[in-house]
């Protein structure tokens, strides 16, 4: 049987597949295991792997100086959060963590995903964000109409 739709050797294909993976990460129990998984397949694929934090803006940040500290209080929760989260033993103290403040999370995904040349996005079904539209998450929603990548929903 022949693999000819693949366009080359079967096996390089896929190890070049995925060379960049980014996992949308809130802190709720989807998006801990979405870690989990994004992980894993990146240790098995050899790819980079980013966590993007999506968090609203903070009210009382008005200056660059403002923002920084609220950026900094973020990371400080989630390294927290991933500490006692049961994150990934092999992913040790230098994880690639971003933190957003955006009001969208979906779209702070799929343009820092386009942004930045990632091929797949891991996410969690459901995050902070409960409510549901079609049986799936609004910001999944979107974020599969949206994205020209592959996702993953843990």
């Given at each position: 049987m022949s693999n000819?739709?693949?366009?080359?050797?079967p096996a390089t294909e896929r190890s070049h597949m995925f060379?960049?993976?980014l996992v949308g990460y809130d802190g709720s129990d989807g998006a801990q295991g979405a870690l989990r998984i994004a992980a894993a397949l990146a240790a098995d694929l050899?790819?980079?792997?980013?966590?993007?934090v999506v968090a609203r803006p903070p009210a009382h940040a008005e200056t660059p100086e403002e923002l920084e500290q609220a950026e900094a209080a973020?990371?400080?929760s989630l390294s927290l959060g991933l500490g006692t989260a049961g994150q990934p033993t092999?992913?040790?103290s230098d994880l690639d963590v971003r933190v957003v403040f955006a009001d969208d999370p979906a779209r702070a995904l799929a343009e820092h995903a386009e942004e930045h040349g990632f091929d797949l996005v891991v996410v969690g079904r459901h995050g902070r964000e409960q409510a549901t539209h079609r049986g799936i998450g609004r910001s999944l929603d979107?974020?599969?109409?949206?994205?020209g990548f592959p996702v993953l929903v843990a």
């Open positions: 000819d739709w693949a366009g080359g050797d060379c960049r993976v050899g790819a980079d792997l980013r966590v993007l973020e990371r400080e092999h992913l040790g979107e974020l599969l109409r949206r994205g």
